[in-house]
């Protein structure tokens, strides 16, 4: 019997596709949004600010539902694991990489990240992977190698971003074929603040210690805009619904909704910042989605 609101034989349910969507668009946004905030806030500073937030929003959504905040012992273990992965790598190392580099390239090569759950999950959950899933991982290889090497623009600002920002995606992938792995009992909006507060920890520890006196002494209204963005869609609302999906669908096809959102990340940072895609990143993003869609395509046996 397939249980309410997991994917069956008729296809994805309604309700993952209308998350996938809105992630597609919001987190696209959040691209350019970024950038635009690490003008002025140290990286540090932004995300601790922008965690800690979010887990207060998202512990006041579960105590306002009546759901309880305690996470049973035993799982306390896996909580850790994927707070680092999905939450301080991730948005450390994005965050220090979008600042090194186009906002919309940094999407494209972020968004490798259901490759890697792929390959992850095929660890963890004992899935086969087939020779259509090492073709998909060729094709991503060959997008990622052409954002490093096929143009001069990607590396005018050093690889150092672009490392970061692949070294990220390998964390959130492995991070969420973690989740998957796991098997929280606690509910999603729970999960979610716990992995928010837990990932902010290290990164308020550093903000607190060091970061902060890199803070300009006035900030202007966008940055600071962006900032309230973070703390409050993608903080609460996009990361919510995206383990909600997790939670809903098998690893690969949780993914599949992120091959969007480097796309609207690459129309968001030309609308804001008048940037222009060139060959090479239509090239890349090509082999990216094709890579992405052939893991994300695999014949159900």
């Known amino acids: 019997m397939v249980k309410p609101g997991s994917p069956d034989n008729t296809g994805i349910p309604a309700f993952a596709v209308f998350l996938l969507a809105m992630l597609a668009l919001l987190w696209g946004l959040n691209w350019p949004v970024m950038k635009l905030s690490l003008a002025e806030y140290p990286p540090f500073v932004f995300r601790a600010v922008a965690g ?3 887990a207060v929003g998202l512990f006041t959504l579960a105590r306002a539902r009546g759901l309880p905040l305690r996470v049973p012992r035993c799982e306390w273990k896996g909580l850790l694991i994927v707070s680092v992965l999905n939450m301080s790598i991730w948005n450390i190392a994005v965050l220090y990489g979008v600042d090194l580099m186009e906002s919309g390239r940094a999407a494209i090569l972020a968004y490798t990240m259901p490759l890697w759950a792929s390959l992850t999950g095929a660890w963890l959950v004992k899935e086969r992977l087939s020779i259509r899933s090492m073709l998909a991982l060729g094709l991503g290889l060959v997008g990622m190698g052409l954002l490093f090497f096929g143009d001069e623009r990607a590396l005018s600002g050093g690889p150092l971003g672009p490392a970061l920002v692949l070294f990220a995606a390998v964390a959130w992938g492995s991070g969420t074929a973690a989740v998957k792995y796991f098997g929280f009992s606690i509910p999603v909006t729970v999960l979610t603040g716990w992995q928010q507060l837990l990932g902010a920890v290290p990164i308020a520890l550093i903000a607190g210690l060091w970061d902060y006196q890199h803070m300009p002494e006035s900030v202007s209204l966008w940055p600071t805009m962006g900032l309230v963005y973070n703390m409050t869609v993608t903080g609460i609302f996009c990361y919510w619904a995206y383990f909600n999906v997790v939670r809903m669908l098998p690893v690969v096809v949780s993914t599949v909704g992120t091959l969007m959102v480097p796309v609207m990340g690459v129309v968001f940072d030309a609308m804001i910042f ?28």
């Open 52 to 54: 800690l937030s979010a």
């Open 274 to 301: 008048g940037t222009v895609p060139g060959l090479v990143d239509y090239a890349a993003l090509a082999a990216v989605v094709s890579a992405v869609f052939l893991v994300m395509t695999r014949q159900a046996r």
